[in-house]
């Protein structure tokens, strides 16, 4: 909150975004990006300030302490511009246009943002955070605002001459010329996992140095680039990563979850903020990994990761929140670093002896004399190096985490950003689904029901089009492309986990909605923004995966699914038109199209339809759950349904008409372009009949003490 408590509250007081309020009482004249604004901003000629930041976000703290509290500062902005805080979580829209035009000005991007435009809202000038004074070359943010201020009353030709010229650029950024139809091939997908295995960093694992970033498409098309290939380097390239990943200090060893990235090359110090999507896309790739090779450490990594979000991140009503801060009490990473004296004190000597030397703790520190914890070195060689039994050490760990984490508890924790986000809720929905079924954990399946549940009753408006943010029991904002193509996406996850019909019913009524609303019908593909949506400086389009996967990737993963359980040929060619529309996109930047290839790679294999009948109440559909989820299977879709839902599902999912379970039994019909074999009987069967499938090998044992 601010350090101005008793300061009047500006316009930023009336809204729901915890990132809008931190700055409800800066002397700024801020306001919501709204037609009051725009319309000021008109009226008195004057250039917009447009400052675009999120809650969680180390810089934007620094950037508002020093200059937006400062009543200096504020003044020259409330003199010269017409002010606009935008938090870029409630508007991915306008940070991607805006941030394309940063970035074309100035070679980078991040955030904070700070752009000035036209009141045509043209963008002409821009950066990213501005000291408050001159320092390192840098020009201080007063010196900035009056440059831009002279600028606008001596040169105003040519500012606005340039502004016309970046719009121009932005708009002509978002055409592509779609590629041809059947020209994406399974070589494009050897080509992008070729260029991954150049950047991998095979000391530390990940792409590329400092600073480090986790890409769990990347390495979730790796996955599949193995499965489908027998390409060994590639396993090894996911391996490698997760594993020192889940060692490092990115990973959080007391309470589970990831951090956003590593500031290093090592994965040791991260910024210490946590983000629900992060966090959902990495507990599925361990799931996956976990699929795919049976180590019990990726599932326990994956389970700690989603029992953080059970425990911290999910509101009582079901959904789940968005972000944890980095800071707490103002210092970065203060909730979560510790001191050598600290340790032992909790610990005592012995105890916290071996702790400290197998988290790597220190008298001088690893960060800024404090410890991150992180495990340099294999708990099986420490145990072998002190002749200790190795399932020993680890549950004294277990132990003496449990404490460490109750003293945590009880510190100061850092702000949490409880707005609950469609998009962002449908990734969860999917990695809780897909997680509970694979590591057999009922509560994350239930988790999944409870905010697909929310969701659908609290983000969905009584003409079926989706909102994008609930805070405070109100749900705002019309809904984006990646809102509806991972709330698709999840559903239809959590439909192959449970059966139950509200889901898929759901997905194909928001399929049919996304396709009215966001389809580019000339050129393919998707606008990320609906028909519907205010009119903006462009209509952008997401076809680059960042820290989530795009759009437009998304609503083809989203609807090659959906297609190959319904068997609907329009959600189909709509869907591979998307991966289509993308073509140059995947051929030039193939390290920002994972999400593309992965549903590329499932549109061009062989896709096998389950469909698994049983008597309702048959104790042997908890076991062919198990049997389906257990392998690594990225290219079957399931049809589970007790005798009653398939009667009531026959006309959706057609995988379920005439499917009866044979001589009340379990029964399997295993299809492939819906013509189906013969079908299998009982538990046996459905084994048999997924060994044949998966070229998986059988898991090793369960048991096995994990890192």
């Known amino acids: 909150m601010s350090h101005h408590a008793n300061r009047r509250a500006n316009r930023l007081a009336g809204e729901t975004s915890p990132y809008l309020l931190q700055h409800a009482h800066n002397p700024v004249d801020w306001y919501p990006w709204g037609p009051e604004a725009l319309a000021r901003a008109k009226a008195e000629d004057r250039p917009i300030f447009l400052s675009i930041g999120y809650s969680a976000c180390h810089w934007c703290h620094v950037m508002e302490r020093e200059s937006f509290e400062d009543p200096d500062i504020a ?64 020009a201080g943010f007063p010196r900035v605002l009056l440059g831009v201020h002279r600028a606008w009353l001596e040169r105003r030709p040519e500012i606005l001459s340039s502004a016309a010229g970046m719009t121009e650029q932005l708009r002509a950024m978002e055409s592509l010329a779609p590629g041809k139809p059947g020209g994406l091939t399974f070589g494009h ?49 996911v391996r490698l990563t997760l594993d020192k990943m889940a060692r490092g200090g990115i990973y959080d060893h007391l309470g589970g979850g990831f951090a956003r990235y590593s500031t290093d090359d090592r994965w040791l110090v991260p910024h210490f903020e946590k983000m629900l999507y992060d966090n959902a896309l990495l507990a599925t790739t361990y799931v996956e990994a976990y699929q795919l090779t049976g180590d019990m450490e990726y599932a326990h990594v994956a389970t700690e990761t989603l029992y953080y979000v059970l425990g911290r991140m999910t509101d009582p009503a079901g959904g789940f929140y968005s972000t944890e801060d980095a800071d707490s009490e103002g210092v970065e990473g203060k909730y979560y670093v510790w001191t050598l004296a600290e340790v032992l004190e909790i610990l005592g000597p012995e105890r916290g002896k071996t702790f400290a030397e197998v988290y790597d703790v220190t008298e001088s520190g690893n960060w800024e004399h404090r410890n991150i914890l992180n495990l340099p070195r294999p708990l099986s060689e420490i145990a ?8 020993s050490l680890f549950s004294t760990l277990a132990q003496d985490r449990a404490k460490l984490l109750a003293v945590r508890d009880r510190r100061v924790p850092p702000a949490k950003d409880t707005k609950i986000l469609t998009s962002w809720n449908g990734l969860m929905i999917a990695a809780m689904a897909v997680a509970g079924r694979a590591i057999i954990f009922p509560k994350f399946v239930e988790a999944a029901s409870r905010a697909a549940g929310f969701l659908l009753d609290n983000l969905r408006g009584e003409d079926g089009r989706l909102l994008h943010t609930y805070k405070d029991g109100v749900a705002r904002l019309n809904g984006y492309l990646d809102d509806y193509a991972n709330l698709i996406d999840g559903l239809t996850r959590l439909y192959e986990a449970t059966g139950e019909p509200r889901w898929i019913v759901a997905a194909i009524e928001l399929s049919d909605v996304m396709i009215a609303e966001f389809a580019d019908e000339s050129q393919g ?20 995966d960042n820290a989530t996967p795009s759009g437009n990737a998304m609503a083809a993963t989203a609807l090659l ?80 349904a007790t005798a009653s839902q398939a009667t009531t599902l026959a006309g959706q999912v057609p995988l379920l008409k005439d499917r009866p379970a044979r001589d009340g039994k379990l029964t399997t019909y295993v299809c492939e372009r819906f013509a189906c074999k013969e079908p299998v009987i009982g538990l046996a069967g459905l084994t048999g009949a997924l060994a044949g499938l998966s070229g998986t090998p059988p898991a090793g044992p369960a048991d096995a003490p994990s890192r």
């Open 75 to 138: 003044a020259l902005m409330n003199e010269h511009f017409i002010n606009v805080k935008v938090d870029r979580e409630e508007r991915p829209d306008l940070d991607q246009i805006y941030m394309s035009a940063v970035q074309a000005m100035t070679g980078h991007g991040g955030w904070p943002m700070s752009v000035f435009l036209t009141p045509d809202l043209q963008p002409f000038f821009g950066g990213t955070y501005f000291p408050p004074t001159d320092a390192r070359g840098m």
């Open 189 to 237: 997908i050897d080509a992008a996992a070729r260029k991954l295995l150049e950047h991998f960093d095979a000391r530390h694992g990940g792409f590329g140095d400092a600073p480090k970033f986790p890409h769990p498409m990347d390495l979730r098309l790796l996955l599949r680039q193995h499965a489908r290939t027998g390409d060994n380097r590639a396993l090894q390239a």
């Open 384 to 391: 072998t190096q002190h002749n200790l039994n190795e399932l």
């Open 525 to 544: 593909g998707f606008h990320y923004t609906g028909k519907s949506h205010e009119a903006l400086l462009t209509r952008p389009k997401d076809h680059f």
């Open 561 to 640: 699914r959906l297609a190959a359980l319904t068997g609907r040929e329009d959600l189909h060619r709509t869907g591979r038109r998307a991966l289509d529309a993308v073509q140059v996109v995947i051929e030039t930047v193939p390290a920002a199209s994972g999400q593309s290839l992965i549903a590329l790679d499932f549109d061009l294999s062989p896709v096998q339809e389950l469909a698994i009948v049983a008597p309702d109440d048959d104790p042997e559909m908890v076991g062919a759950m198990k049997a389906v989820y257990r392998p690594f299977l990225p290219h079957v879709v399931v049809a589970p």
